[in-house]
Nanobody
Framework: VQLQASGGGLVQAGGSLRLSCAAS????????LGWFRQAPGKEREFLAA????????YYADSVKGRFTISRDNAKNTGYLQMNSLKPEDTAVYYC????????????????WGQGTQVTVSS
Protein backbone atom coordinates (compact mmCIF):
# COMPACT_ATOMS: atom_id res chain seq x y z
CA VAL A 1 0.00 0.00 0.00
CA GLN A 2 1.29 3.42 -0.91
CA LEU A 3 -0.02 6.94 -0.62
CA GLN A 4 2.07 9.49 -2.43
CA ALA A 5 1.51 13.15 -1.73
CA SER A 6 2.69 15.72 -4.24
CA GLY A 7 2.10 19.27 -5.36
CA GLY A 8 3.83 21.21 -2.63
CA GLY A 9 6.15 24.08 -3.28
CA LEU A 10 6.95 27.70 -2.62
CA VAL A 11 4.16 30.22 -3.08
CA GLN A 12 3.58 33.83 -2.11
CA ALA A 13 0.98 34.77 0.46
CA GLY A 14 -2.44 34.89 -1.15
CA GLY A 15 -1.50 32.27 -3.71
CA SER A 16 -2.85 28.80 -4.33
CA LEU A 17 -1.59 25.24 -4.53
CA ARG A 18 -3.27 21.94 -5.22
CA LEU A 19 -1.94 18.89 -3.46
CA SER A 20 -2.54 15.41 -4.77
CA CYS A 21 -2.53 12.07 -2.97
CA ALA A 22 -2.12 9.11 -5.30
CA ALA A 23 -3.02 5.73 -3.82
CA SER A 24 -1.99 2.26 -4.85
CA UNK A 25 -2.27 -1.22 -3.39
CA UNK A 26 -5.62 -0.69 -1.71
CA UNK A 27 -9.28 -0.45 -2.64
CA UNK A 28 -9.23 3.33 -2.74
CA UNK A 29 -13.00 3.74 -2.79
CA UNK A 30 -13.23 1.97 0.60
CA UNK A 31 -10.96 4.45 2.35
CA UNK A 32 -11.70 7.82 3.82
CA LEU A 33 -8.94 10.37 3.31
CA GLY A 34 -7.57 12.95 5.66
CA TRP A 35 -5.11 15.77 5.14
CA PHE A 36 -2.84 16.87 7.96
CA ARG A 37 0.13 19.15 8.31
CA GLN A 38 3.04 19.49 10.65
CA ALA A 39 5.16 22.57 11.14
CA PRO A 40 8.57 22.42 12.85
CA GLY A 41 8.20 22.02 16.60
CA LYS A 42 4.44 21.56 16.40
CA GLU A 43 2.08 18.61 16.59
CA ARG A 44 0.47 17.14 13.53
CA GLU A 45 -2.66 19.16 12.77
CA PHE A 46 -5.87 17.93 11.17
CA LEU A 47 -6.97 19.98 8.17
CA ALA A 48 -9.70 18.23 6.24
CA ALA A 49 -11.24 14.84 5.61
CA UNK A 50 -13.48 13.25 3.04
CA UNK A 51 -15.55 10.10 3.19
CA UNK A 52 -14.81 7.09 1.03
CA UNK A 53 -17.54 8.01 -1.44
CA UNK A 54 -16.70 11.69 -1.41
CA UNK A 55 -20.16 12.58 -0.23
CA UNK A 56 -19.11 13.97 3.14
CA UNK A 57 -16.35 16.38 4.07
CA TYR A 58 -15.12 18.05 7.22
CA TYR A 59 -12.73 20.95 7.74
CA ALA A 60 -10.75 22.41 10.57
CA ASP A 61 -11.73 25.97 11.39
CA SER A 62 -8.25 27.14 10.47
CA VAL A 63 -8.75 26.23 6.81
CA LYS A 64 -12.51 26.35 6.34
CA GLY A 65 -13.39 28.53 3.39
CA ARG A 66 -9.83 28.47 2.04
CA PHE A 67 -9.12 24.77 1.47
CA THR A 68 -11.23 22.25 -0.41
CA ILE A 69 -10.81 18.50 -0.17
CA SER A 70 -11.96 16.25 -2.99
CA ARG A 71 -11.30 12.87 -4.53
CA ASP A 72 -11.57 11.00 -7.80
CA ASN A 73 -12.08 7.33 -7.04
CA ALA A 74 -11.71 6.43 -10.69
CA LYS A 75 -8.16 7.82 -10.57
CA ASN A 76 -7.36 6.58 -7.04
CA THR A 77 -6.40 10.11 -6.15
CA GLY A 78 -7.35 12.63 -3.51
CA TYR A 79 -6.81 16.37 -3.64
CA LEU A 80 -6.48 19.36 -1.39
CA GLN A 81 -7.02 22.69 -3.11
CA MET A 82 -5.49 25.46 -1.03
CA ASN A 83 -6.36 29.09 -1.72
CA SER A 84 -5.54 32.36 0.03
CA LEU A 85 -2.44 30.82 1.52
CA LYS A 86 -0.82 32.48 4.51
CA PRO A 87 2.73 32.26 5.88
CA GLU A 88 1.34 30.32 8.85
CA ASP A 89 0.26 27.59 6.41
CA THR A 90 3.92 26.69 5.94
CA ALA A 91 4.38 23.05 6.92
CA VAL A 92 4.83 19.53 5.63
CA TYR A 93 1.48 18.30 4.38
CA TYR A 94 0.42 14.66 4.65
CA CYS A 95 -2.43 12.62 3.30
CA UNK A 96 -3.70 9.60 5.18
CA UNK A 97 -6.16 6.78 4.62
CA UNK A 98 -8.58 5.13 7.00
CA UNK A 99 -10.93 2.31 6.18
CA UNK A 100 -14.52 3.47 5.64
CA UNK A 101 -14.95 6.51 7.90
CA UNK A 102 -12.79 9.55 8.51
CA UNK A 103 -11.52 10.84 11.81
CA UNK A 104 -9.93 14.02 13.11
CA UNK A 105 -7.45 11.92 15.09
CA UNK A 106 -4.27 11.15 13.13
CA UNK A 107 -3.63 8.08 15.30
CA UNK A 108 -6.67 6.39 13.78
CA UNK A 109 -5.36 6.50 10.22
CA UNK A 110 -3.75 3.36 8.85
CA UNK A 111 -1.79 4.57 5.86
CA TRP A 112 0.23 7.74 5.39
CA GLY A 113 1.88 9.47 2.49
CA GLN A 114 5.43 10.69 2.75
CA GLY A 115 4.57 14.37 3.02
CA THR A 116 5.06 17.32 0.73
CA GLN A 117 6.53 20.65 1.79
CA VAL A 118 4.45 23.79 1.43
CA THR A 119 6.20 27.10 2.03
CA VAL A 120 4.30 30.37 1.92
CA SER A 121 6.37 33.53 1.75
CA SER A 122 5.15 36.87 3.00
Amino acid sequence: VQLQASGGGLVQAGGSLRLSCAASGLTFSSYALGWFRQAPGKEREFLAAISSSGGSTYYADSVKGRFTISRDNAKNTGYLQMNSLKPEDTAVYYCAGRLYSYSLNPALYTYWGQGTQVTVSS
